[in-house]
């Protein structure tokens, strides 16, 4: 995989992306550049311009909310209105080099069926979401005996679009039942530090707040 460009501390981009979504740096340098990407729930598109940016991606999107897509627009980005568990089936096979999930699986209907659609369109799959596992979630469920809320996940369960949390063993236990193999696993603290990729499973889920996941099929 080719280095990512050093990047410049003083780069609006990259203050927006680590200040409000610590994980994307590290998400957009799994993506070779000159790739053709397309971001599954893209929101405001803060993903697909950093990758424009610093990648010369060819960049798509597909976001659920009228909102997200007019940010999109307004960056210059070509992204669609649509979801990921009806759209995704109107796209080629292999049209993409990676398709991505940043943030978006949890809100799904079906992940397994969402999964094997963005593998199917995508040589590659990225996939990052809260891990349910995480010490504090276990915590608060131990001695609230109330559904967590954290900064990641800020709203209450009744009012929140994530339909199906899951842990990072939930996650590996699904895609090895898919036949899916895991290229990497990226785990996350709450302060958007790196936990080993060298520890073990047990230890990824129990402290890492977020995971990213490279994925290719077998």
Not at 134 to 140: A, E, K, T
Not at 186 to 207: K, M, P, Q, V, Y
């Amino acid at each position: 995989m080719n280095a990512a460009p050093p990047m410049d501390p003083d780069d609006p981009i990259r203050t927006m992306a680590l200040t409000e979504r610590r994980d994307l740096q590290l998400l957009a340098d799994l993506i070779e550049p000159n790739s053709r990407v397309l971001d599954v729930g893209c929101s405001d598109g803060t993903l697909l311009k950093i990758l424009e940016s610093r990648h010369g991606i060819d960049g798509r999107g597909i976001e659920l909310s009228q909102r997200g897509v007019n940010e999109c627009v307004a960056k210059g980005l070509a992204v669609v209105q649509g979801d990921a568990d009806h759209d995704l089936g109107n796209y080629p096979d292999a049209a993409f080099d990676y398709v991505v999930l940043s943030q978006t699986i949890q809100a799904t209907h079906n992940p397994r069926a969402v999964l094997d659609q963005m593998l199917r369109i995508g040589r590659r799959g990225i996939v990052s979401f809260p891990n349910f596992g995480y010490w504090r979630m276990r915590w608060q469920l131990l001695t609230r005996g109330r559904m967590p809320v954290t900064e990641h996940l800020p709203v209450s369960w009744y009012a929140t679009a994530n339909i199906h949390f899951c842990t990072i063993r939930d996650f590996v236990e699904l895609v090895e039942d898919m036949g899916v193999r895991i290229d990497r696993l990226i785990a996350l603290d709450a302060a958007g530090h790196r936990i080993s990729e060298n520890a073990s499973l047990r230890r990824l889920n129990l402290f890492g707040e977020q995971a990213i996941f490279l994925l290719s099929k077998e």
